[in-house]
């Protein structure tokens, strides 16, 4: 592919990010959280609404809910990675638990694949975000170009 189909986008050192977790992963998301809330407030938060709901009272930070996730929080996050809102994703998922809105948790992950936003679905890659330079940094990030795929004439 040539260096055309790609552009650059300027992350700021303030991230706009969303925190996601399932029933059987929210305590440790909140405990994460808690351990993290002083790195966390230098950010924007946002997450489905019980995840929220329960990341304001257990860490004191300001959050910005969507609707929980099987009302359509998951695919509000989703649009607003597609339309460039968020940058980063903490998702910690519950991989043995069958969820009724299954479809729109893989769309999520899909479109944050898309866009090369960076994606945690565990502590662990939890961690290493946090603790990289760029998290609280600024950061030049590569993206499609979809301009051409979006202008084709014959979809």
Known sequence: MSS???KKI???ERKNIVL???DNKKRELLEWAVLHAKELAKHNLYATGTT?????RETGLDVTCFESGPLGGDMQAGAYIAD???DL???FWDPLAAQPHDP???ALLRVAVVWNVPLACNQSSADFLISSPYFSGKYLKTVTDFTVYKNRKNP
Do not use: T, W
């Open 20 to 22: 996601i977790a399932h």
């Open 10 to 12: 300027n992350m700021p």
């Open 4 to 6: 055309s189909q790609y």
């Open 89 to 91: 994703v903490l998702f």
């Open 84 to 86: 460039g809102k968020l």
């Open 52 to 56: 929220g709901k329960l990341l304001e």
């Open 104 to 106: 729109d948790v893989r």
